[in-house]
């Protein structure tokens, strides 16, 4: 059964039944990070919002193709067509070869998606692996008439574009709006318009990486990188293009604007947009210094941060807002979510543990149904974690005999429980020996010092030690043998 799925498309600005191009096959295409830092929480939400996406649509049996790109060179400083290039300035400041730059930093992207249980892409396209496509797509756009070289640059002419197409369709922007509000920088004044953008920039003398072409020695421009990768491994019109909601101008704008001037068709059929993470109101992001890396999150070593916090807690934190909504970091808000994942983790292991009773009291498909439900509704991960929490509560119900199911039903509940929590949502289910080892150890060291404490009058220490157990769910039970404790829910 072909399960009807809704996508918000930016572009018509509504939820559509997402119908592929080929059936049973989707094409999936999504911006990835240009490697010159670590890896930071902002980079986190598309990772893991598309990551989504994909597992989603392979459980419900599509072949996906899902392509992430690398941008190794070309995007220039303030996402403009001037300025230094952002891993060649980086290279310069720590004397090192640009790709050495890109190499670095590539692998400790890929360390932190793996930290956070992404899974890996079916292609990963790097820009300076594809010049050559880029300069046959520029050729091709100028000999369509839509853009014009000079000086050794080349330029998609906006105006002339906007005569047959729509300029700002994806964005809402109209060309009027964007005239006033483009500047006309000293260095620009090559271009006939200030809303034009290069698809192919001259290298100054000093820039590093630059490649020949018909126009001399340069590179190509940023935007131009996605409209040819996505075009080569996915077709001149493909089903998803993915990226954060500041990548939709202009970045995604020319994209569409590339690939029409190229081809004479629309590039992608639904687009999607991941919401901003933000720092006190502000987007969290390396231009504006407010980041805090994937790293410093795992060790707790920020001045922002109160403790670590742990990748799958870093997960859970995001797919608790819907992908189009915004996440606003704070510690409290990242506690809860550790709170709320070490709660479901045990209702999986607890549900592991449960017997069944001759007798069924709950109807375990009525779970099922509404967990497809909110994933089938634009991937809604918080409604189907708010579904899962009322599982959490049967399985507590079930532990204590208030609730019974028979064989079947209770495998279908665990069923249901995996299928959710381990493939789709991708939250890695902890070392229950591990753990409940760590765990007892640490406790009897507690215990222990609660009863020295005890042994020596200090009754203000012993009690201290019990109430801020008791905060944490933890409960101490004294009796004549010493004392024990327990996880209260």
């Not at 079916?122 to 000999?143: C, D, F, N, W, Y």
């Not at 990188?225 to 500041?246: N, P, Q, R, V, W």
């Not at 209702?347 to 017997?355: C, F, G, P, V, Y």
């Not at 039903?409 to 249901?416: E, W």
């Amino acid at each position: 059964m072909t399960r009807k799925i809704k996508i918000y498309n930016t572009l018509t600005k509504e939820k559509e039944e997402f119908k592929p191009i080929v059936k049973n096959h989707v094409g999936m295409y999504v911006c990835g990070p240009t490697v010159y830092g670590d890896p930071h929480l902002g980079h986190a939400r598309p990772g893991i919002t598309f990551d989504i996406v994909f597992r989603y649509l392979k459980h419900v049996n599509y072949n996906v193709r899902y392509v992430r790109n690398i941008t190794d060179a070309g995007h220039l400083e303030n996402d403009t067509d001037h300025g230094e290039d952002k891993i060649s300035k980086k290279a310069r400041i720590e004397k090192l070869e640009p790709m050495e730059i890109v190499q670095f930093y590539t692998i400790s992207y890929h360390k932190a998606m793996e930290a956070l249980n992404c899974q890996a892409p079916s292609i990963e396209p790097r820009a300076t692996g594809h010049i050559i496509e880029q300069i046959k797509m520029v050729e091709k756009i100028l000999k369509n008439g839509f853009a014009y070289e000079i000086n050794g640059s080349v330029y998609l002419d906006v105006n002339k574009y906007n005569k047959k197409y729509s300029y700002g369709v994806l964005s809402g922007r109209n060309l009027e709006d964007t005239l006033e509000g483009t500047r006309d920088l000293d260095g620009q004044s090559e271009k006939r318009s200030p809303v034009d953008f290069a698809i192919w920039k001259k290298a100054s003398p000093e820039h590093i990486m630059r490649w020949p072409s018909p126009w001399g020695d340069g590179f190509p421009g940023w935007h131009m990188e996605c409209s040819a990768m996505s075009e080569k491994y996915l077709g001149k019109t493909f089903d998803i293009h993915g990226g954060g909601m500041d990548l939709v101008f202009p970045h995604h704008e020319a994209e569409i604007a590339q690939s029409n001037s190229c081809n004479n068709c629309n590039p992608v059929n639904y687009w999607m947009h991941n919401n901003m993470v933000t720092v006190d109101g502000k987007k969290m992001g390396k231009s504006l210094g407010n980041f805090i890396t994937l790293q410093e999150f795992f060790t707790g070593k920020h001045s922002k941060l109160e403790q670590p916090y742990s990748p799958m807690t870093i997960r859970f934190f995001i797919l608790q807002a819907h992908y189009r909504s915004t996440i606003d970091f704070s510690n409290e808000a990242l506690k809860a979510a550790e709170k709320g994942f070490a709660k479901l983790m045990q209702a999986m292991h607890t549900l592991e543990d449960l017997k069944p009773s001759k007798k069924s009291s709950y109807d375990v498909s009525s779970l099922e149904r509404k967990c497809y439900k909110s994933m089938d509704d634009d991937f809604n991960t918080p409604v189907l974690i708010a579904h899962l929490f009322e599982g959490v509560k049967k399985i507590n119900s079930i532990k204590d005999e208030k609730e019974h199911l028979n064989h079947k039903d209770l495998q279908k509940l665990k069923s249901i429980f995996n299928i959710f929590v381990v493939d789709i949502l991708g939250l890695r289910l902890q070392n229950r020996e591990k753990d409940d080892n760590f765990t007892n150890e640490v406790m009897e060291l507690v215990l222990k010092i609660r009863r020295n404490a005890k042994s020596n009058r200090n009754f203000v220490a012993a009690d201290l030690i019990r109430d801020e157990l008791k905060k944490l769910n933890i409960q101490i039970k004294d009796n004549r043998e010493g004392s024990t404790w327990e996880i209260k829910d």
